[in-house]
Nanobody, 131 residues
Framework: QVQLVESGPGLVKPSETLSLNCIVS??????????WVWIRQSPGKELEWMGT???????YYSPSLKSRISISRDLSKNEFSLQLRSVVPEDTAEYYC???????????????????????WGQGTQVTVSS
């Protein structure tokens, strides 16, 4: 089965860049029709779709983060990465990577993050933005 593991620092200073990696096993990030996704959840808030890199390498970002976010991939390592620039304390959250099918991806673009049976999620990693 597909497994995803988030990796990166748990503490980032304001104004700096939050960088996380997602290590994927059991499937290839180039497998057709799958989307490789970053999601986050702050305390008391709903899951927030941040952005996606598709199997083709195409990227899609949440409008609210578009100016600060970048998602890339390393095919040789079967990993994909998140960069969130100019962070503020409100970026403190649990960060997840996931593999989504088209149904979930379409819903996220429309504003709703779903947990569906065909998707795989990492366990999440806490990132705190603080000086």
């Amino acid at each position: 089965q597909v497994q995803l593991v988030e990796s990166g620092p748990g503490l980032v200073k304001p104004s700096e860049t939050l960088s996380l990696n997602c290590i994927v096993s059991g499937g290839s990030i180039t497998d057709t029709n799958y989307y490789w996704v970053w999601i986050r959840q702050s305390p008391g808030k709903e899951l927030e779709w941040m952005g996606t890199i598709a199997w083709s390498g195409g990227t899609y970002y949440s409008p609210s983060l578009k100016s600060r976010i970048s998602i890339s991939r390393d095919l040789s390592k079967n990993e994909f990465s998140l960069q969130l620039r100019s962070v503020v304390p409100e970026d403190t959250a649990e960060y997840y990577c996931a593999r989504w099918e088209t149904e979930t991806m379409s819903a996220a673009v429309a504003g709703t993050v779903k947990r569906t049976a065909g998707d795989y999620w990492g366990q999440g990693t806490q990132v705190t933005v603080s000086s």
